[in-house]
């Protein structure tokens, strides 16, 4: 179902919404200071990056030229970089960074080379962020916020036999009362030489084989390897993410504490990932989207050196752009089939009983 935030009589809606909230968070968090005065000056990180990865100017990556002309290649490299930094903090593998930027392995390989050589700070501190975890056994964000990944831990396999009475306690122990050392056992157990082998195993056909062999003797082999390699990708995510999420959690107390828009008749209504929502008196718009802004933007400058930007928007209705361009295109479909704008129309608030007649006909005339 479409739905849509909607304001009372006299009301209007106010939102502000972080820019590049995560990609800054990296450079907040790798303290890499290409990227930060990248910010620092207003330009667009991706097309810096671009410039750092494709050894060219900065003004060949973005997607117009610097006299406004269109420029298609710039904005590919551009975009192959957004998706590269993107694939970077969600901790995605190779593979995926190729097909999100629509390279070859070795291609997409080249690239992300590239960018650690022209960021090295960016690579020192997801390296750094992978050796403390399987340290720890947990991650932080910038506020010591923990994400715990306990996988991380777990040794690459497990055996053990499945008929728990089978299992040995210890090798190690004392058979001599009043003797002064310890016996250990130099036999290796059964379960000892098939951990051995399972860490020895080369390719999938030989680790199944293996496991059958074993299974026939009662014994089981657990793999964590894809535990993980998970709990590896998590690591340098949970730490942008969960510092995005306690960023926006900080700016959602200090604007609800804001006396100025307390004044001005603001109120939160939502929060939606790094966007929040409110309404406030129409004469007031302009004013509350300048506030709404600013302590977003600032409420964590104490904190970080890179400057944050937010961007407002002012509307009767949240997200709908997004509803009368689905209502839209459905309308012109169903002309096309030959229906007519009654019939169109009596569908859609029958499916959509979130709308009034009066709304649905706004957002059908609604220009995008």
């Not at 200071?33 to 990056?49: C, E, F, N, Q, R």
């Not at 050796?131 to 056994?137: E, L, P, R």
């Not at 107390?253 to 006396?259: A, C, F, T």
Request: overall charge negative; charged content about 30%; hydrophobic content about 35%.
């Amino acid at each position: 179902m479409l739905s849509s935030v909607k304001v009372r009589d006299r009301m209007v809606l106010v939102g502000s919404d972080f820019s590049q909230q995560e990609p800054r968070l990296l450079a907040a968090f790798s303290n890499d200071k290409s990227m930060i005065d990248a910010y620092k000056a207003g330009k667009d990180l991706y097309a810096t990056i671009a410039a750092g990865v494709y050894k060219n100017d900065y003004w060949d990556n973005m997607e117009h030229h610097q006299d406004g002309s269109p420029n298609p290649e710039g904005k590919k490299r551009r975009s192959n970089c957004k998706s590269l930094l993107l694939g970077i903090m969600y901790g995605r593998g190779i593979a995926s960074i190729a097909e999100q930027t629509g390279c070859t392995l070795q291609e997409a390989q080249k690239i992300i080379d590239d960018f650690y050589k022209g960021f090295p700070a960016v690579k020192k501190w997801t390296e750094e962020t992978q050796i403390n975890v399987k340290k720890t056994g947990y991650v932080e964000d910038l506020w010591g916020r923990r994400r715990r990944l306990p996988d991380i831990l777990r040794p690459p396999v497990e055996v053990k036999y499945i008929d728990k009475s089978r299992a040995v306690v210890s090798t190690d122990f004392n058979p001599l009362i009043g003797a002064t050392g310890k016996y250990t056992s130099n036999v290796k157990s059964e379960l000892d030489i098939y951990k051995e082998r399972a860490l020895a195993a080369r390719g999938r056909q030989q680790m199944e084989k293996l496991k059958a062999e074993a299974l026939s003797k009662g014994i089981e082999i657990h793999e964590n390897g894809g535990f993980i390699a998970q709990a590896e990708r998590q690591a340098v995510n949970a730490r942008i993410q969960g510092s995005a999420a306690t960023c926006t959690k900080i700016a959602m107390i200090r604007v609800h504490n804001d006396q100025k828009l307390k004044d001005l008749g603001f109120s939160t209504l939502i929060s939606v990932h790094d966007e929040l929502i409110g309404e406030c008196p129409k004469e007031n718009a302009q004013e509350v989207a300048d506030r709404l802004c600013y302590l977003m933007k600032t409420c964590i400058e104490n904190d970080v050196t890179v400057p944050f930007k937010c961007d407002p928007t002012i509307t009767y209705q949240w997200y709908s752009d997004e509803v009368a361009a689905k209502l839209q295109e459905l309308r012109d479909k169903e002309l096309a089939n030959g229906k007519s704008i009654d019939q169109i129309k009596k569908e859609m608030l029958e499916d959509h009983e979130e709308l009034l007649p009066d709304e649905l006909d706004d957002l059908l005339a609604m220009e995008l």
